[in-house]
């Protein structure tokens, strides 16, 4: 399954080319019958050097995007004030343009303070990333793009049509470097009890920060290999555990929730983010070097807002080519987990992001990734 598609930076057809051809051989081939021997200790640990949300897209976005990508923030300004009056009227009152709240107010702080006048244009069609989260094939579920129905992944038709999230646009762009190139974003996969690559129906997975760089090739790619440290001092939140099985080389695991560090403005020092998911699964394809495939699960919609908002404060607000009190509106539409006890209404919404990892060396592995795999010995025989 290929998930991402080549980023169009590039000017040459040349690069593009290149681009594509390194896509399509970051998992090696192998023939699913082959038994691989298990890693030393049963232990094996992956970093992770890719971050992206699982945004389907084709080529023209007309499958996707039928009445094209939405109206962003200077389009929304036009149409809020449609003479060069108006808008001279506003800009003396108020200053900078996000300023259209019906009293002045940032619309990005403030989504709720104006009703964007041209209506958001969501993300629709049949297909899309993710998993079953609720174990149900419903009305409005999506098929993923290899046949699999009852899709959840609601948070794809809110930026699904958002230029900014999609190939080539801002978030895409800052996801891919600040996931890969910021240390406060490194996070590591040990895996215990493996007996097999291929089939192991009970394997451990304990997720946690890490402290190191990943080497990157000439391509920006990761570099199997790497030596890493866990982050025993502040990384304790990102310390998770999930129980999985390996079935024809994929591992899958249950649902737990899972806080990930996802700090995409600055280096972490000032804008140390995180990502909360609730009912986490992961599906990741592997191999002795690699490991790549989807996270999935439902994210707290005003968490995700705030940390949206932070991330896309100011300038890069244009690039992204949005307009937040569209999204906001339509974020609290598409909520579709966690209802509130005493309102009723859901908090939370359906989301997959695409993950890459390369192998990696921990050389500080507490001890339950070490005994893991006598623990699990036992408990098969």
Not at 169 to 179: D, P, S, W
Not at 259 to 282: C, H, K, L, N
């Amino acid at each position: 399954m290929r998930i991402m598609l080549a980023r169009r930076f590039a000017p040459s057809a040349f690069v593009l080319i290149v681009a594509i051809a390194w896509l399509s051989v970051d998992v090696p081939a192998r023939a699913d019958s082959v038994e691989q021997a298990p890693p030393p200790n049963g232990v094996i640990a992956y970093v992770l050097t890719t971050f992206q949300p699982a945004v389907y897209q084709t080529a023209d976005a007309k499958a996707e995007c039928p009445n094209g990508l939405i109206a962003n923030h200077v389009e929304q300004y036009e149409a809020q004030f449609p003479t060069e009056e108006a808008r001279k009227a506003q800009r003396e009152k108020y200053g900078y343009f996000h300023n259209r709240g019906k009293n002045g107010e940032n619309v990005h702080w403030f989504p709720e303070s104006i009703v964007d006048p041209v209506p958001f244009r969501e993300a629709g069609g049949k297909v899309a990333f993710g998993l079953n989260l609720d174990g149900k094939i419903g009305p409005n579920d999506f098929v993923s793009p290899d046949g699999e129905a009852g899709i959840d992944n609601e948070l794809y038709r809110v930026l699904g049509c958002i230029a900014g999230w999609r190939d080539g646009g801002a978030m895409t762009f800052q996801n891919e470097v600040r996931m890969r190139d910021n240390p406060y974003n490194r996070i590591l996969f040990v895996l215990s009890g493996v007996d097999n690559l291929v089939n192991d129906n009970d394997v451990t997975i304990r997720t946690y920060r890490g402290l190191d760089n990943v080497p990157l090739d000439s391509l920006n790619k990761g570099v199997p290999g790497s030596t890493q440290r866990i982050d025993f001092k502040y990384g304790q939140r990102f310390m998770h555990v999930f129980k999985g099985k390996i079935v024809n080389g994929v591992l899958t695991t249950g649902p737990a929730d899972y806080v990930m560090p996802w700090s995409i403005v600055g280096d972490g020092r000032f804008s140390a983010d995180e990502q909360w998911y609730r009912d986490t699964r992961f599906r990741l394809k592997l191999d002795a070097d690699r490991a790549e495939g989807l996270i999935a699960g439902y994210v707290d919609v005003a968490k995700w807002w705030w940390a949206y908002t932070k991330r896309t404060a100011g300038k890069l607000d244009d690039y992204v080519r949005n307009s937040p009190p569209s999204v906001w509106v339509a974020l609290k539409a598409r909520a579709d987990g966690f209802p509130d006890p005493v309102t009723g209404k859901n908090t939370a919404i359906s989301t997959a992001s695409a993950l890459r990892f390369v192998r990696a060396e921990v050389i500080n592995l507490p001890k339950e990734n070490t005994t893991q795999r006598v623990a699990s010995a036992s408990a098969k025989n």
